[in-house]
């Protein structure tokens, strides 16, 4: 797993640097040097570099010297003379990087960018990192466009230029890079509401050679999950099991309303691998999911007037769920009062429990002002694992505002310090989804745009518990099992986008999809240990 740093925790890591005897000035060069090699690597004879005010720009200045020693011609846009740069290492950098064999071209006029643009192999972005903050100001918020119209091929310093290196938000404009090259870890903004979007492929650098040592000396705000960390989740299934010792997952879900949802969750969990699975829903709705589910059980529990959960239901559903490995209570449920206490049910065994879309509704109807509040509502010692989008998030801490990575990382850790068990996880899905638990907070693959689709979190909470069922004598974390299920579903977006088109991907169409996504997670796993060649075949001893 690779760290990803709050702005706040990278500056503190330079400080613990500093400490051990490296300084910032030091670090500058080290970062300018690891620009100037990402871009050698496409050979470029001309490179336009634009630097900032800032220590940002400062990599700039040093990556522009190294390169122009290699022969490459730079032209080096700074928005004012060397010796009025603010920031005194960069100013440092700058002044001695004018004394060298670059064309410094200060405050050009719109036509004269894109000129030197247009003729550029490459285009450096080291305008603004991570002090950037408010309103993009002139001359960048004249020079981002430029550069985004002419399409170039732009390597960003530390983050793109105009993206907030903290929340991922793009307020204005922001330069769109090929390929982003991070400082010492990737900033958390990186993965954030625009920042996928804006910051192409992300490399890291180093810049320090002990690193691993001093990184656990600052927090985490997160940690990316590499598919090779799940390989452990790709064993085959062993001979001797029979459909129940392989986990049983119960699906309390569905309503004359969302039928759907339970069908979509319940065919989830047996297609991510538990052996059997079967569906509790209204009775208003349960021939029609026998009828659209031949291969599995539904259990008529008792519906009110509008063929939702009644108020027989909790009896009913908590006496189906004794026999069960995992218990998956959420989607199309609806919020009717017979939910409400079949929720509270349910937290009450001590089964494994997903608990996800309205049955996060009905948790958030149980407190004002946030569960967090009233944590012995929802702690429990079996394992709980919530799967909140930005919103149901937001409504389980009474309504504050979930907007992005960062802030959905914060509700997540309140509600997990609230109870404060080693057995609860929050699945914070977004664009990127977060798996929160106490200890840490995990990153797993982001999938394609096109899992923003209705009935895809139904899709995903059936795998989470499909993994919960078959994970008997896992020890643990819970975290790193919701980071495969979140893996196996990012995989089953890029499938069924290539099969079907992006924009043409339903949920439906992710469920059949999960074993191929399992088979393409494990490829790729050991495609990140070296097991695999380029060409997805098994290597030669
Ligand atoms: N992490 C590491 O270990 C290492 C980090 N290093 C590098 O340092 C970078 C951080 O440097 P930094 O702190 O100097 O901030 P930086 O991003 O250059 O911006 C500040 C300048 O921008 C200006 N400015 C701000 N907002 C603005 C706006 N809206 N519109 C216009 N201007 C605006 C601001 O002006 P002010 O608001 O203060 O008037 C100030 O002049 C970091 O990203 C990485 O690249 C490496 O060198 C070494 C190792
Ligand atoms: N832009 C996006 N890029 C990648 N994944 C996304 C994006 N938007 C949503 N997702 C994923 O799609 C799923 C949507 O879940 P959810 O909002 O609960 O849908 P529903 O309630 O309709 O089932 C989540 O797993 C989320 O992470
Ligand atoms: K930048």
Same mark, same amino acid.
């Given at each position: ?28 060069? $080290? ?12 050979? =470029? ?8 005010? #800032? ?26 003379? =060397? ?18 064999? +670059? ?5 050009? *006029? ?17 305008? %603004? ?20 119209? %002419? ?11 105009? @993206? ?14 090929? !390929? ?5 870890? =990737? ?19 180093? /810049? ?75 009775? &208003?709705?349960?021939? @029609? ?5 031949? *291969? ?49 049910? /349910? ?12 049955? %996060? ?17 929802? !702690? ?38 609230? &109870? ?26 982001? #999938?394609?745009?096109? @899992?923003?689709?209705?009935?895809? #979190?139904? +899709?995903? &909470? ?28 990012? $995989? ?27 088979? %393409? ?16 075949? +098994?290597?030669?001893?």
């Amino acid at each position: 797993m690779r760290p990803v740093l709050s702005c706040d925790e990278v500056r503190r890591l330079e400080d613990v640097i500093e400490k051990e005897g490296t300084s910032k000035a030091e670090l500058m060069e $080290f970062a300018g040097e690891f620009v100037a090699s990402e871009a050698l690597k496409g050979n =470029p004879s001309r490179v336009v570099i634009l630097v900032g005010f #800032g220590n940002n720009g400062g990599d700039g200045w040093v990556a522009a010297d190294i390169l122009a020693q290699k022969d490459v011609h730079v032209d080096v846009v700074s928005p004012v003379e =060397p010796d009025e740069i603010s920031a005194p290492l960069a100013r440092h950098v700058a002044r001695r990087t004018a004394g060298r064999d +670059v064309n410094i071209v200060v405050g050009p *006029s719109k036509d004269e960018l894109g000129e030197l643009i247009g003729e550029a192999d490459l285009v450096i972005d080291a305008i %603004l990192g991570t002090g950037f903050h408010g309103e993009l100001r002139p001359p960048f918020s004249i020079w981002i466009p430029v550069v985004n119209e %002419l399409e170039p091929t732009v390597l960003s310093v530390d983050v793109p230029s105009g @993206l907030d290196a903290q929340t991922g938000v793009v307020e204005h404009d922001c330069i769109r890079a090929t !390929r982003t090259a991070t400082m010492l870890a =990737p900033k958390l903004g990186l993965y954030s509401a625009d920042g996928p979007e804006y910051a192409g492929e992300i490399v890291c650098g180093r /810049l320090y050679d002990q690193l691993d040592e001093v990184i656990d000396d600052v927090e985490h705000e997160a940690e990316i999950v590499d598919s090779a960390d799940l390989i452990d989740f790709f064993e085959p299934l062993p001979m001797n099991i029979n459909k129940y010792s392989r986990g049983s997952v119960l699906v309390v879900a569905g309503s004359a309303t969302y039928p759907g949802a339970a069908m979509m969750a319940a065919k989830a969990a047996a297609r991510a691998g538990a052996g059997y699975v079967a569906v509790a829903c209204p009775s &208003a709705c349960a021939n @029609l999911v026998r009828m659209a589910l031949p *291969s599995v059980p539904v259990i008529d529990i008792p519906s009110d007037s509008r063929g939702a959960f009644g108020a027989a239901a909790r009896k009913a559903v908590c006496k189906a769920a004794e026999k069960f490995s995992c218990v998956l209570c959420g989607p199309g449920i609806t919020t009717a009062a017979g939910c409400i206490d079949v929720v509270s049910g /349910l937290l009450k065994m001590d089964v494994p429990l997903v608990l996800d879309a309205d049955a %996060l509704n009905c948790l958030a109807k149980y407190s004002i002002g946030g569960i967090d509040k009233t944590p012995e509502l929802y !702690r429990r010692d079996a394992p709980l694992i919530l799967t909140p989008h930005h919103k149901e998030l937001s409504r389980l801490i009474g309504d504050d505002p979930v907007a992005d990575l960062g802030t959905a990382i914060e509700a997540s850790r309140r509600l997990l310090w609230a &109870a404060g068990s080693e057995d609860m996880i929050v699945v914070a899905k977004g664009p990127s989804t977060a798996v929160a638990g106490v200890e840490k907070v995990l990153l797993p693959m982001a #999938g394609p745009a096109s @899992l923003a689709t209705a009935g895809s #979190g139904d +899709v995903l &909470a059936g795998i989470i518990a499909g993994s919960v069922a078959q994970a008997h004598n896992y020890a643990g974390p819970w975290e790193l099992l919701c980071a495969y299920a979140v893996t196996v579903h990012s $995989f089953t977006g890029f499938a069924a986008a290539s099969r079907f088109g992006e924009k043409s991907v339903i949920a439906t169409d992710l469920i059949d999809l999960i074993g191929d996504a399992m088979e %393409l997670a494990a490829e790729s796993a050991l495609h990140d240990l070296g097991v695999l060649d380029e060409g997805s075949q +098994v290597e030669e001893a």
